[in-house]
């Protein structure tokens, strides 16, 4: 593993179905955070954790929650898909312990809820 | 909270052109004013960064500027070749631990 990985590059998935998003990052940063991506509203964050153990809300978190159990992953959880939930999903990890801002962005899922 | 306006959303440029992309801020507390470069079926990677003590910096073909009295940052790109064709996203943020707020994005034509 080099950098961020997710898992599933695509999916296609029922409303009402339960649904997680996997992140792995292999850079041992202390936050993560997960974004949306829709045409015409860029990036908006959905949750956060700034360290293992602890998650926060960020601007759309309705319908999704987040764990952190270790310092490699994030999983996105939307216990219950509707088809608004459709977006391409991004994960990303920040060094900020290292005073440093960049954020380091995985490939993405492609969601579709039907 | 933090709202960052883009624009404009679409740029068409010939090869060798400029490109220059606005956006502006609505806190005056932001200090961090990072620039995203998204290729197709990727991540957003960092081209180029700056904080609210500098007023511009340049890296190669790229450069940044920032008025915070006005609030508003700009991205240009000198000399653009076609693998500048891309989504650019400005984001903004208070550098208390990082979390951003992106404008919506310019997708970026460059034509040969």
């Known amino acids: 593993i080099a950098g961020i990985t997710q898992a599933p590059t695509s999916q296609i998935l029922a409303a009402g179905r339960r649904m997680t998003l996997r992140c792995t990052q292999d850079?041992?940063?202390?936050?993560m955070y997960w974004y949306r991506q829709d045409l015409g509203l860029g990036l908006r964050l959905i949750h956060y954790?700034?360290?293992?153990?602890?998650?926060g809300k960020g601007e759309v978190p309705d319908g999704y929650s987040v764990s952190r159990a270790n310092t490699d992953d994030f999983p996105l959880t939307l216990a219950s898909a509707v088809p608004s939930q459709t977006s391409v999903y991004f994960c990303?990890?920040?060094?900020?312990?290292?005073?440093?801002?960049?954020?380091?962005f995985g490939p993405g899922t492609r969601l579709t809820v039907l | 909270g933090e709202n960052v306006e883009q624009h404009p959303s679409t740029l068409s440029v010939q090869e060798g052109d400029s490109a220059v992309i606005k956006c502006t801020y609505s806190?005056?507390?932001?200090?961090?004013f990072p620039w995203y470069k998204q290729e197709l079926g990727k991540g957003p990677q960092l081209i180029i960064d700056?904080?609210?003590?500098?007023g511009e910096k340049k890296d190669q073909r790229i450069a940044v500027t920032l008025n915070k009295t006005a609030k508003h940052f700009s991205l240009h790109i000198t000399e653009t070749q076609p693998e500048d064709s891309a989504v650019y996203f400005c984001?903004?943020?208070?550098?208390?631990?990082?979390?951003?707020?992106f404008g919506a994005g310019t997708q970026v034509v460059v034509t040969p």
């Open positions: 990303a990890s920040s060094d900020e312990q290292g005073g440093d801002n960049e954020q380091f």
């Open positions: 850079m041992r940063h202390n936050a």
């Open positions: 954790s700034n360290t293992a153990g602890t998650t």
């Open positions: 806190d005056s507390a932001s200090n961090y």
């Open positions: 700056i904080r609210s003590n500098v």
């Open positions: 984001a903004a943020s208070k550098n208390s631990w990082g979390k951003l707020q």
